[in-house]
């Protein structure tokens, strides 16, 4: 068992340095904070990449999630499209949550939540309908 800890933390501790740094924040920055459950027995790391460029766009707040929990994250994102959630790059299983057109200029606490499934494959829903407001 504490072999597990540790392979645990040791993984957690590689992903946050593998998850990067957005270090230029404009202005008019879109914030989104919303639940995201990790049904994996692995930690989950989240970033905000380009979908065709693959570089840092955003930033997520935690970036790295414990297995088996449900936690609220806050997404910093330009606004426009061409930005991403992605989930636990370079792992089998990872990829993209959602997209900015699927949020659509959002901001604020949005009513959708990103699943992570025991494989680490991402998914998310959302109410049917008009559901964004102003930020």
Same mark, same amino acid.
């Given at each position: 068992m &504490?072999? %597990?800890a540790l392979a645990n933390l040791a993984t957690a501790l590689l992903a946050a340095s593998a998850v990067g740094c957005w270090h230029e924040i404009p202005t008019n920055t879109l914030r %989104?904070? *919303?639940p995201v459950t990790n049904q994996s027995n692995q930690v989950a790391t989240l970033a905000i990449d380009g979908w065709v460029t693959g570089a840092r766009m955003g930033r997520v707040t935690?970036?790295?999630l414990p297995p088996n929990s449900r936690t609220f994250v806050v997404i910093d994102v330009p606004p426009g499209t061409g930005w991403g959630l992605f989930v636990n790059a370079g792992?089998?299983?990872g990829g993209f949550a959602f997209t900015a057109s699927d949020v659509d200029g959002c901001g604020g606490d949005v009513p959708i939540e990103v *699943?992570?499934? &025991?494989a680490g494959e991402p998914s998310w829903q959302a109410p049917l309908g008009q559901w964004c407001g102003p930020g």
């Amino acid at each position: 068992m &504490r072999s %597990l800890a540790l392979a645990n933390l040791a993984t957690a501790l590689l992903a946050a340095s593998a998850v990067g740094c957005w270090h230029e924040i404009p202005t008019n920055t879109l914030r %989104l904070t *919303f639940p995201v459950t990790n049904q994996s027995n692995q930690v989950a790391t989240l970033a905000i990449d380009g979908w065709v460029t693959g570089a840092r766009m955003g930033r997520v707040t935690p970036a790295v999630l414990p297995p088996n929990s449900r936690t609220f994250v806050v997404i910093d994102v330009p606004p426009g499209t061409g930005w991403g959630l992605f989930v636990n790059a370079g792992r089998a299983g990872g990829g993209f949550a959602f997209t900015a057109s699927d949020v659509d200029g959002c901001g604020g606490d949005v009513p959708i939540e990103v *699943f992570i499934d &025991r494989a680490g494959e991402p998914s998310w829903q959302a109410p049917l309908g008009q559901w964004c407001g102003p930020g």
